[in-house]
């Protein structure tokens, strides 16, 4: 089975501050991994993936995430953070032996960067 | 750009009422899916389809189903809407198997449609 979760239900940061929305997931091989934004009254909107290869991932909006294999976690980043980065994040997983079976989302956590 | 398309951001209806939220999608998308989306609940999957008059049930299916007679079209159905099924619905599409990168393939959301049921 797969899943995943994200620890924390809110993330406050001041602007110009790094920030970092955390995830961790459970898959029996490896992992498809990837984060979307949800801006208010909005869809979601894909921001970045993990596949295979380089750890650290770099997606849009400046946002980066890493992968560590060894803590099955898929933290999402950002050095300096925007008032505009205000939205809520969700992490998602897929099984590489799952084949063409639907995205495991987490909850999603809320992310708010204080002027 | 995908863009997926659904009909109505907000509904209002009462409750027993049949209720139909219609998702387009524009970039010949075999996979289609509908999410609810509720506070601290996260997404979660509805049903989904793979294929032209194919559909699968999700995590929650009860109380839904769905139609999709033609490819870009996935339309979800509140047989006899009650006050639970009050939520926000996203519907999302992506590749499909046929392409080997469809497995990572990103999905793509429409804006959602926000139904109240009183």
């Known amino acids: 089975a797969q899943s995943v979760a994200q620890p924390e239900d809110q993330v406050n940061v001041a602007e110009g501050n790094p920030l970092t929305v955390k995830c961790t997931y459970s898959?029996?091989?490896?992992?498809?991994l990837f984060w979307y934004v949800q801006y208010p009254n909005r869809g979601l909107q894909f921001l970045l993936k993990?596949?295979?290869?380089?750890?650290l991932v770099k997606g849009s909006y400046g946002f980066e995430a890493e992968f560590n294999k060894s803590q099955t976690s898929f933290h999402l980043k950002k050095p300096s953070a925007l008032v505009s980065d205000s939205a809520l994040y969700f992490c998602?997983?897929?099984?590489?032996?799952?084949?063409?079976?639907?995205?495991?989302f987490g909850k999603g956590t809320r992310l708010s960067v204080i002027a | 750009d995908v863009k997926v398309t659904q009909s109505s951001r907000y509904l209002v209806k009462r409750t027993g009422e049949k209720v139909f939220l219609e998702c387009v999608q524009d970039?010949?998308?075999?996979?289609m899916f509908w999410y609810r989306q509720d506070p601290g609940l996260g997404l979660r999957l509805i049903y989904f389809s793979y294929d032209v008059k194919m559909k699968e049930k999700g995590d929650i299916p009860e109380g839904y189903s769905v139609s999709r007679e033609k490819k870009e079209r996935f339309s979800l159905i509140l047989e006899s809407a009650s006050t639970n099924q009050t939520s926000m619905y996203l519907c999302?599409?992506?590749?499909?198997?046929?392409?080997?990168?469809?497995?990572?393939?990103?999905?793509?959301f429409g804006n959602g449609t926000r139904l109240t049921v009183t």
């Open positions: 970039m010949d998308h075999e996979n």
């Open positions: 898959v029996s091989g490896n992992p498809y």
């Open positions: 998602a997983v897929r099984d590489w032996n799952s084949g063409n079976t639907p995205l495991v």
């Open positions: 993990y596949i295979t290869g380089d750890n």
């Open positions: 999302a599409s992506s590749l499909g198997a046929r392409y080997s990168s469809s497995y990572n393939s990103p999905l793509h």
